[in-house]
């Protein structure tokens, strides 16, 4: 597609649910990241995908978070039994490669958890 | 791990008013990246550095490469309401490495 896209753009669950986040990468481009930004925060990385290389996992909080990239294109971060502090905006930017010019980010999904 | 500094969190300045924001590391980056984030919205990447001592425009921005590789600046001239946003700094130590955000500077314009 022309640009990154992020659905849903907004999830509300309740504490304890598992979620799914989903993000399409712009067409062609081999590295997706997800972030992950908190109020005042900046940007968390969380884990980035290149290729068919093993993920690059090092920012994922705990063993609740994980993600998945099926045929080198469409990315799931999926947060298991969220807590309140999982709520944030998740961003997920892809980039033709590890030394592409720069991100291109989709909108974000923000997770609110009650 | 590698951090990048940028402060003050928020800066308020009048429409009109030329703005500067630096960034800062405590080690080397071999790219420097300027993004603005609208409300709502991803980050969207305004000005890339590739070599130390860099000085690059981009309409009424200007951003630039420090020479010791740890620092860079971006500057906005003639402020407008649609600068508002946050802006956030990025680098990259290495070529094949992710890029590192610095928390961002919410910037204001006051009209």
């Known amino acids: 597609g022309a640009g990154v896209s992020q659905s849903p753009s907004n999830k509300v669950t309740e504490k304890g649910k598992d979620v799914e986040l989903r993000c399409d990468p712009i067409?062609?481009?081999?590295?997706l990241y997800w972030y992950r930004q908190s109020l005042g925060q900046g940007l968390e990385f969380l884990i980035y995908?290149?290729?068919?290389?093993?993920?690059?996992k090092s920012g994922l909080p705990s063993d609740r978070f994980s993600a998945e990239r099926t045929g080198g294109s469409v990315s799931t971060l999926t947060i298991q039994r969220t807590q309140q502090e999982d709520s944030a905006v998740y961003l997920c930017?892809?980039?033709?490669?590890?030394?592409?010019?720069?991100?291109?980010f989709g909108s974000g999904t923000r997770l609110t958890v009650v | 791990g590698q951090q990048l500094n940028q402060s003050p969190q928020s800066m308020f300045i009048q429409e009109g008013e030329d703005v500067s924001m630096n960034c800062t590391s405590s080690?080397?980056?071999?790219?420097w990246l300027w993004y603005k984030q609208d409300p709502g919205e991803g980050p969207v990447l305004l000005i890339a550095?590739?070599?130390?001592?860099e000085l690059t425009s981009n309409g009424r921005l200007t951003a630039q490469f420090g020479i010791t590789r740890k620092d860079s600046f971006l500057n906005i001239s003639a402020s407008i309401p649609s600068d508002v946003g946050i802006y956030f700094c990025?680098?990259?130590?290495?070529?094949?490495?992710?890029?590192?955000f610095g928390k961002g500077i919410t910037l204001s314009v006051r009209p």
């Open positions: 550095l590739y070599k130390a001592g």
């Open positions: 930017a892809s980039s033709d490669g590890p030394g592409g010019y720069g991100y291109t």
């Open positions: 067409s062609g481009h081999t590295a």
């Open positions: 990025a680098g990259r130590d290495g070529a094949n490495s992710k890029l590192t």
């Open positions: 995908f290149q290729g068919n290389s093993a993920p690059d």
């Open positions: 080690s080397i980056f071999n790219t």
